[in-house]
C-alpha cells in the first residue's frame, strides 16, 4: 500500500513552466526526507530536489534558481515548480521517500522543446 504517482508533465517550449504533483500513499511526508528525480533521455538518473522533514531543500546546480521543491504534509504530496526549462530538462520525474527506498512511482514525462 505504499505509492507514489507522480503527474503534471508534459510537453513545454524553453522558457516555459510546469509544476509537477506526487501523491503518495502509505507515506508519512512529514517524516520522509522527499526527493525528485529525473531520468534523462540517455538513461541517467540524477537528483533534481530534495526536501528533508525539517524543511531544508537541496537543488542540482543545474536547476537552483529555477526549480522549487515544496510539500503538503496534511496531504502527504510533495511538489516541483520547474520555471525557466530548457531542454536538458527533459526527461522522466520521479518522487521519491527515504524511508521508502525500494518504492517508485510510474514517473511523469516532461519534454522541454521548440
Known amino acids: 500500500q505504499v505509492q507514489l504517482v507522480e503527474s503534471g508533465g508534459g510537453l513545454v517550449q524553453p522558457g516555459g513552466s510546469l509544476k509537477l504533483s506526487c501523491a503518495t500513499s502509505?507515506?508519512?511526508?512529514?517524516?520522509?526526507?522527499m526527493t525528485w528525480y529525473r531520468q534523462t533521455p540517455e538513461n541517467q538518473r540524477e537528483m533534481v530536489a530534495s526536501l528533508s522533514s525539517s524543511g531544508d531543500t537541496v537543488y542540482a546546480p543545474s536547476v537552483k534558481g529555477r526549480f522549487a521543491i515544496s510539500k503538503d504534509n496534511a496531504k502527504n504530496m510533495v511538489f516541483l515548480q520547474m520555471n525557466s526549462l530548457v531542454p536538458e530538462d527533459t526527461g522522466v520525474y520521479y518522487c521519491?521517500?527515504?524511508?521508502?527506498?525500494?518504492?517508485w512511482g510510474q514517473g511523469t514525462q516532461v519534454t522541454v522543446s521548440s
Open positions: 521519491h521517500a527515504h524511508r521508502h527506498r525500494l518504492t
Open positions: 502509505g507515506i508519512d511526508v512529514s517524516i520522509n526526507a
